[in-house]
DNA sequence: CAATTATATTAAGCATTCTTAACTATTAAG
DNA sequence: CTTAATAGTTAAGAATGCTTAATATAATTG
């Protein structure tokens, strides 16, 4: 079983590489289009958590729900987002992204791929088959832990 | 062979999930540290460049050298990076990571391993086993990709 | 050596984003 | 029904981080 720290080590390593990688391209596509981090946060976050209030993302970006209110005031002015009523409480506001925020979403997701394709000619195709099974596993068991309702991502890299 | 999509997919869809989980445990990392954002990238950018100059950390953070300057005064003051003058062109200073700057880099990264150890927890030992030789072998063609020196973050997450 | 180029710093100004506090509207509780 | 609690917005001010421009120092070029 070698030592308890194997897995551990290994998702590490990964994600050290990964993440200096994704991190650098995250930030040069937030530039050139022109969104800045927090926006780019702010839409992830919306877009896992699907249909939410104004405080549910104040305190799942760590803010102010103040801050979470100006916020939503530019993603709407920029037509990324949508406030409607929520019928059953009509003190709450439900957050929805538009059509426009989806294809932020998947831009800046698109954005990460030329690395992806890269990494991929390096790889055998036993290894490919391998890391995709791995791979799979891993989004599965992540997605347990996951507390929030998960929107279908998967479908944004391959119908574009 | 499948879809020769199927790769990218999977990498994507895990990212997807682990992006969220790691992105929010470093915000609230920094939140609740006191570094802003920035400062973490910056601090990584530097850890994984090796020591560099101050305009190489502007154009990998995609800044001015100014902004990045500023940036490395607030650190400094912190005592988590230290400039030296390069004694082969007293121009460029060398911009090294200190005993602080390399510990916050430890601990941002040991913020994250809450989640990894759940994860792991809903693996089989099979699973375990095809994970860790997957992302093993992602990291080091991963590497191969990288541009940068790196430094050896593998002993951060072993020797603490 | 003189002029140019390169590196880093500093200063001033601007845009963004955060916080607290005040305010409105709605719901829940007594 | 009155009071208290909840959700969201708005306003004012502070903090952060960015840019451009000016400056100092060192290296390179002619």
Same mark, same amino acid.
């Given at each position: ?82 406030? @409607?009523?929520?019928? @059953? ?49 891993? @989004? ?21």
């Amino acid at each position: 079983m070698s030592q308890p720290e194997t897995f551990i080590l290994a998702l590490n390593q990964w994600i050290t590489v990964f993440m200096h990688r994704s991190m650098q391209n995250m930030h040069r596509y937030a530039k050139e289009s022109g969104y800045s981090m927090s926006q780019i946060f702010a839409l992830n976050f919306i877009h896992h958590r699907g249909r939410c209030g104004v405080t549910d993302l104040g305190e799942g970006m760590g803010v102010s729900n103040a801050a979470a209110s100006q916020m939503l005031d530019k993603l709407a002015h920029q037509e990324m987002i949508e406030r @409607t009523e929520d019928p @059953t409480d009509r003190r709450v506001k439900q957050i929805t992204l538009t059509e426009k925020g989806t294809q932020v979403i998947k831009d800046s997701l698109f954005a990460r791929q030329s690395w992806f394709r890269e990494l991929e000619q390096l790889l055998s195709e036993e290894e490919r088959q391998l890391s995709i099974s791995a791979l799979k596993t891993l @989004t599965d068991k992540g997605k347990q832990l996951g507390l929030y309702e998960t929107t279908n991502i998967t479908q944004l890299n391959s119908n574009n």
